[in-house]
T-cell receptor, first 114, second 113 residues
């Protein structure tokens, strides 16, 4: 597609529920990244995929967070047993190559846990 | 551990002024540095990408410089307009931190008509 698409744009869920956030990267981009941004802060890295595999998942805060990219294109970020502290904007980005081509970000999913 | 700092945290200027936003990073072993713009409630829009071998990049009224040895980058905005009001973020891609960008906390710019 023309840009990075994230769905839904907004998600409100109850504490303890399971949520899935979807990212559709730019066609042909092999690298995909998830970031989390809290109010007034810069984005913080969660996980990076190169193709289908997670090349770096060091930013995932705990084992309630998991992400997949089974066919090397669309990625899903999954959060189990959501907590109010998970409320944030979740941003996805894609890139042709991690080092030289820069990143294109989606508009994000605003997650609110009530 | 790479850390990125942006100063000031907020800036308010009258329309027409030229202004400079600052970004500093602690480790000079970077592949590149990227400046982004973020409007309230929106995602990030890439403004300028400077590779580690470059000194500056220009796009319209924007000019970004990079001094790796001192760990600094500046974003210069000429003849500011109310439409420039947004949060500006810088981010570095570090050699030893895989594919992840390290972001500063951003500078919130307000340009008054």
């Amino acid at each position: 597609g023309a840009g990075v698409s994230q769905t839904p744009s907004n998600k409100v869920t109850e504490k303890g529920k399971y949520v899935e956030l979807r990212c559709d990267p730019i066609s042909g981009h092999t690298a995909l990244y998830w970031y989390r941004q809290s109010l007034g802060q810069g984005p913080e890295f969660l996980i990076y995929f190169q193709g289908t595999g997670a090349a770096d998942d060091s930013g995932l805060p705990n084992d309630r967070f998991f992400a997949v990219r089974p066919e090397g294109s669309v990625s899903t970020l999954k959060i189990q047993r959501t907590e109010r502290g998970d409320s944030a904007v979740y941003l996805c980005a894609s890139s042709l190559d991690r080092s030289h081509y820069g990143y294109t970000f989606g508009s994000g999913t605003r997650l609110t846990v009530v | 551990k790479q850390e990125v700092t942006q100063i000031p945290a907020a800036l308010s200027v009258p329309e027409g002024e030229n202004l400079v936003l600052n970004c500093s990073f602690t480790d000079s072993a970077i592949y590149n540095l990227q400046w982004f713009r973020q409007d309230p409630g929106k995602g990030l829009t890439s403004l300028l990408l400077i590779q580690s071998s470059q000194r500056e990049q220009t796009s319209g009224r924007l000019n970004a410089s990079l001094d790796k040895s001192s760990g600094r980058s500046t974003l210069y905005i000429a003849a500011s307009q109310p439409g420039d009001s947004a949060t500006y973020l810088c981010a570095v891609l570090h050699y030893n931190q895989g594919g992840k960008l390290i972001f500063g906390q951003g500078t919130e710019l307000s340009v008054k008509p």
